[in-house]
């Protein structure tokens, strides 16, 4: 795979959830990136599922560290996260699926980055069942500075309401993999379960858990996929319930999608100011609907106030949204060839460009072209003018 200068695409959209934003492709030529977060010194790492792991540093593409690929349809090197304290000891989580005796798993590693190359490596917890498809796979700090880890059912639906085992979960665990304290279940990092295999969290200010999670798609029938409002202990139904249900002992989403399919992935709770017309809303990366998802949402009443779709179709599948520490929103597309890191800014923002650090593709033909494409279109212009004349 071959990585260059991005070429700065500019679209003006004036959707309803939406002001006057211009969408600027920071990376292009990648295959499936599935995790993006922001370094407090300013670097940005990022991950691909089929095991690659990438830092952005003073506007340069640097790869970081290789991992075998997992062989499978949806797991691989998806989840990624830093310390809260990154700053004082630079600690970097990852999301990974293994083969091993004959058996996929997932695990999250801790490493050490030093001099953008991984150290120390230490498992925080292992055999989380894998297969080749549900694999969950976000990781997140939340705003009680755990870690909470999605995992997808591993094809075998009844471990969804198995509280002994690791998949179809919500995990909440501490940053040196001990479980914490005041987990709903006693020594256990399960904190939520009955899941089919959710890969997108976020809280609000409030700290209340929002999540996406991918319905059926032939098992118990198709589509409802679900946004979920996450609570310690609670059983989110599958594969018992689908949808909406009128038994207590089951928590109902507060939207599902019906007999439509979004394929939700990646979920952002927006809080800029930046974008206006987004903050204190939801954004959903959904990838069978190939569009992004705003969601104003009353949490307190538990009631969606609106759904609006935004750039339907305009980038394919997108796999996640993540909001800059300047407010912007980059979209990571997942559509398995020249896949996209997409920033969405604000008209006056001065574009990012990101170059490649070693050997990089034949940008200089690029510019080539380009020169020669402008002075066509000259010449063209000329021409079209004098023939009015």
């Not at 939700?264 to 809080?271: M, Q, V, W």
């Not at 072209?369 to 002075?375: L, R, S, V």
Request: glycine share 8%; aromatic share 10%.
């Amino acid at each position: 795979m071959i990585l260059f200068l991005a070429v700065i695409c500019l679209f003006f959209h004036a959707d309803a959830a939406s002001a006057e934003v211009k969408v600027e492709t920071v990376v292009d030529n990648l295959k499936i990136p599935w995790e993006l977060v922001f370094a407090p010194d300013g670097r940005i790492f990022f991950t691909e599922r089929d095991g690659k792991l990438w830092v952005i540093e003073d506007e340069s593409l640097e790869l970081v560290a290789t991992f075998p690929t997992s062989n499978t349809l949806e797991g691989g090197l998806l989840g990624l996260a830093l310390d809260p304290e990154f700053e004082k000891n630079n600690f970097l989580y990852l999301y990974q699926t293994y083969f091993g005796f004959e058996l996929h798993h997932n695990k999250v590693v801790r490493y050490t980055v030093s001099n953008n190359q991984l150290t120390d490596e230490q498992i925080l917890i292992d055999k989380i069942p894998g297969a080749l498809w549900h694999d969950g796979g976000r990781i997140k700090f939340g705003p009680d500075e755990k870690i909470y880890i999605t995992t997808g059912d591993a094809t075998n639906a009844n471990l969804s309401q198995k509280i002994d085992s690791l998949a179809g979960k919500i995990l909440r665990i501490n940053a040196d993999g001990t479980i914490p304290v005041d987990n709903p279940f006693e020594s256990s990092p399960v904190f939520s379960y009955g899941h089919r295999n959710p890969q997108g969290i976020d809280w609000t200010e409030n700290g209340i858990l929002v999540s996406s999670e991918h319905g059926p798609s032939g098992e118990k029938g198709y589509a409802h996929d679900e946004i979920n409002v996450i609570e310690p202990g609670k059983n989110y139904g599958w594969p018992v319930i689908v949808g909406d249900s009128n038994n207590p002992e089951y928590t109902n989403p507060i939207l599902h999608s019906g007999d439509v399919t979004w394929a939700p992935s990646g979920l952002l709770y927006y809080d800029s100011d930046k974008i206006p017309e987004w903050k204190g809303k939801f954004l959903v990366a959904a990838l069978r609907g190939q569009h992004v998802m705003v969601l104003d949402l009353d949490l307190e009443n538990n009631m969606v106030n609106s759904v609006e779709k935004i750039f339907q179709d305009k980038y394919g599948r997108i796999r996640d949204l993540v909001q800059s520490p300047d407010g912007d929103v980059f979209i990571l597309t997942s559509n398995g060839d020249n896949d996209k890191i997409l920033r969405v800014t604000t008209l006056e923002t001065p574009p990012l460009t990101v170059e490649t650090k070693g050997p990089s593709s034949s940008l200089g033909g690029y510019l080539v072209y380009g020169i020669i494409i402008a002075t066509v279109v000259a010449g063209a212009a000329i021409l079209i003018k004098r023939r009015k004349k």
